[in-house]
Nanobody, 123 residues
């Protein structure tokens, strides 16, 4: 009922920046939490950042001070501004959304997911 389309991934040198976007379409009414997760090969899917419809934000410790999540409710779009990128940030980044409840860090709580976008950071 909700489709999420991501863009903005790519290859960047260490210390550089990327801005990811995720646009929601379909039955987008009452979507509350929108999150970014990431997953590297052989690793679990990790919470990166989340934002509520009321614009409360949440960040994983490893991105605090470097990444900023934002949201445009009128456009049904969430963004992730990534600065000071490190090689350790290389992963597939996914956006996810759910209608009800607060932002959580558990992937299974989110019924709607984007296709993922690859972020590669070179040394």
């Amino acid at each position: 009922q909700v489709q999420l389309v991501e863009s903005g991934g790519g290859l960047v040198q260490a210390g550089g920046s990327l801005r990811l976007s995720c646009a929601a379409s379909g039955r987008t009414f009452s979507i509350n939490a929108m999150n970014w997760f990431r997953q590297a090969p052989g690793r679990e899917r990790d919470f990166v950042a989340g934002i509520s419809s009321g614009m409360s934000t949440y960040y994983a410790d490893f991105v605090k001070g470097r990444f900023t999540i934002s949201r445009d409710n009128a456009k049904n779009t969430v963004y992730l501004q990534m600065n000071s990128l490190k090689p350790e940030d290389k992963a597939v980044y996914y956006c996810a959304a759910k209608r009800f409840g607060d932002v959580t860090q558990v992937p299974g709580a989110y019924p709607y997911w984007g296709q993922g976008t690859q972020v590669t950071v070179s040394s």
